[in-house]
Protein backbone atom coordinates (compact mmCIF):
# COMPACT_ATOMS: atom_id res chain seq x y z
CA UNK A 1 0.00 0.00 0.00
CA UNK A 2 1.88 3.35 -1.06
CA UNK A 3 1.01 6.30 1.13
CA UNK A 4 1.20 9.97 -0.82
CA UNK A 5 1.45 13.37 1.42
CA UNK A 6 1.48 16.61 -0.55
CA UNK A 7 2.92 19.36 0.75
CA UNK A 8 4.00 23.54 -1.00
CA UNK A 9 0.57 25.01 -1.03
CA UNK A 10 -0.03 28.29 0.56
CA UNK A 11 -1.44 31.94 -0.16
CA UNK A 12 -0.39 33.98 -3.60
CA UNK A 13 -1.18 36.59 -5.33
CA UNK A 14 -2.32 36.24 -8.78
CA UNK A 15 0.87 35.98 -10.93
CA UNK A 16 2.96 34.25 -8.80
CA UNK A 17 4.12 30.65 -8.45
CA UNK A 18 4.14 27.90 -6.37
CA UNK A 19 5.40 24.18 -6.20
CA UNK A 20 3.43 21.15 -5.43
CA UNK A 21 5.61 18.23 -3.84
CA UNK A 22 3.82 14.48 -3.67
CA UNK A 23 6.18 12.27 -1.61
CA UNK A 24 5.34 8.92 -1.27
CA UNK A 25 5.74 5.60 1.14
CA UNK A 26 5.31 2.52 1.33
CA UNK A 27 5.96 1.32 -2.34
CA UNK A 28 8.19 2.46 -4.97
CA UNK A 29 6.53 5.68 -6.71
CA UNK A 30 7.92 4.12 -10.40
CA UNK A 31 5.13 1.42 -10.70
CA UNK A 32 2.62 4.42 -10.70
CA UNK A 33 1.38 6.44 -13.12
CA UNK A 34 0.51 9.71 -11.20
CA UNK A 35 -1.98 12.69 -10.94
CA UNK A 36 -2.38 15.95 -9.68
CA UNK A 37 -6.35 17.04 -9.29
CA UNK A 38 -7.76 19.88 -7.57
CA UNK A 39 -11.28 20.55 -5.88
CA UNK A 40 -12.76 24.20 -5.64
CA UNK A 41 -15.20 24.65 -3.05
CA UNK A 42 -18.41 23.40 -3.76
CA UNK A 43 -17.44 22.12 -7.10
CA UNK A 44 -16.07 18.19 -8.11
CA UNK A 45 -13.11 17.18 -7.79
CA UNK A 46 -10.66 17.86 -11.42
CA UNK A 47 -8.03 17.00 -13.70
CA UNK A 48 -5.06 19.08 -13.68
CA UNK A 49 -2.38 16.87 -14.71
CA UNK A 50 -0.69 13.42 -15.36
CA UNK A 51 2.80 11.85 -16.06
CA UNK A 52 4.20 8.33 -17.13
CA UNK A 53 5.80 5.99 -14.72
CA UNK A 54 9.10 7.50 -16.18
CA UNK A 55 8.38 11.05 -16.50
CA UNK A 56 8.70 11.04 -20.52
CA UNK A 57 4.72 12.17 -21.17
CA UNK A 58 2.95 14.35 -19.24
CA UNK A 59 -0.61 15.73 -19.98
CA UNK A 60 -2.76 18.71 -18.83
CA UNK A 61 -6.30 20.04 -18.65
CA UNK A 62 -6.60 23.04 -20.69
CA UNK A 63 -7.15 24.96 -18.03
CA UNK A 64 -3.91 24.98 -16.48
CA UNK A 65 -1.56 24.21 -20.42
CA UNK A 66 1.24 26.48 -20.54
CA UNK A 67 1.08 27.50 -16.59
CA UNK A 68 1.69 24.44 -14.84
CA UNK A 69 4.89 21.46 -15.08
CA UNK A 70 4.16 17.98 -13.61
CA UNK A 71 7.18 16.20 -13.08
CA UNK A 72 8.50 13.41 -10.64
CA UNK A 73 11.70 12.34 -9.41
CA UNK A 74 11.65 8.42 -8.78
CA UNK A 75 15.03 8.88 -7.10
CA UNK A 76 13.40 10.46 -4.40
CA UNK A 77 9.65 8.75 -4.55
CA UNK A 78 7.93 12.55 -5.32
CA UNK A 79 5.97 13.81 -7.83
CA UNK A 80 6.12 17.78 -8.33
CA UNK A 81 3.61 20.69 -9.66
CA UNK A 82 5.37 23.97 -10.63
CA UNK A 83 2.23 26.21 -10.84
CA UNK A 84 3.12 29.63 -12.53
CA UNK A 85 0.88 32.75 -13.43
CA UNK A 86 -1.14 31.36 -10.82
CA UNK A 87 -4.92 33.08 -11.16
CA UNK A 88 -7.64 32.85 -8.46
CA UNK A 89 -9.55 30.53 -10.00
CA UNK A 90 -6.51 28.00 -9.29
CA UNK A 91 -7.78 28.33 -5.88
CA UNK A 92 -8.22 24.91 -4.94
CA UNK A 93 -7.61 21.79 -2.74
CA UNK A 94 -5.05 20.13 -4.66
CA UNK A 95 -4.33 16.16 -4.62
CA UNK A 96 -1.96 13.74 -5.56
CA UNK A 97 -3.09 10.54 -6.92
CA UNK A 98 -1.71 7.07 -8.22
CA UNK A 99 -3.36 5.18 -11.35
CA UNK A 100 -1.74 1.51 -12.31
CA UNK A 101 -3.79 1.38 -15.56
CA UNK A 102 -2.24 2.67 -19.08
CA UNK A 103 -5.17 5.42 -19.64
CA UNK A 104 -4.24 7.42 -16.54
CA UNK A 105 -3.92 9.78 -19.16
CA UNK A 106 -7.56 10.66 -19.59
CA UNK A 107 -7.50 12.27 -16.17
CA UNK A 108 -10.51 10.13 -14.92
CA UNK A 109 -10.71 10.33 -11.19
CA UNK A 110 -12.34 6.97 -10.91
CA UNK A 111 -9.30 5.23 -12.44
CA UNK A 112 -7.10 6.40 -9.58
CA UNK A 113 -6.66 4.22 -6.48
CA UNK A 114 -4.48 6.05 -3.97
CA UNK A 115 -4.76 9.83 -2.82
CA UNK A 116 -3.15 11.98 -0.48
CA UNK A 117 -4.71 14.21 1.96
CA UNK A 118 -4.66 17.41 -0.39
CA UNK A 119 -2.71 20.59 0.27
CA UNK A 120 -4.51 24.23 -0.30
CA UNK A 121 -3.77 26.79 -2.65
CA UNK A 122 -5.27 30.05 -2.66
CA UNK A 123 -4.67 32.75 -4.81
CA UNK A 124 -5.98 36.14 -3.98
CA UNK A 125 -6.30 39.23 -6.85
Known amino acids: QVQLVESGGGLVQAGESLRLSCAASGRTLSTYYMGWFRQAPGKEREFVAA????????FYDDAVKGRFTISRDNAKNTVYLQMNSLKPVDTAIYYCATCQIPTYYRGNRNQYDHWGQGTQVTVSS
Open 51 to 58: ISRSGGST
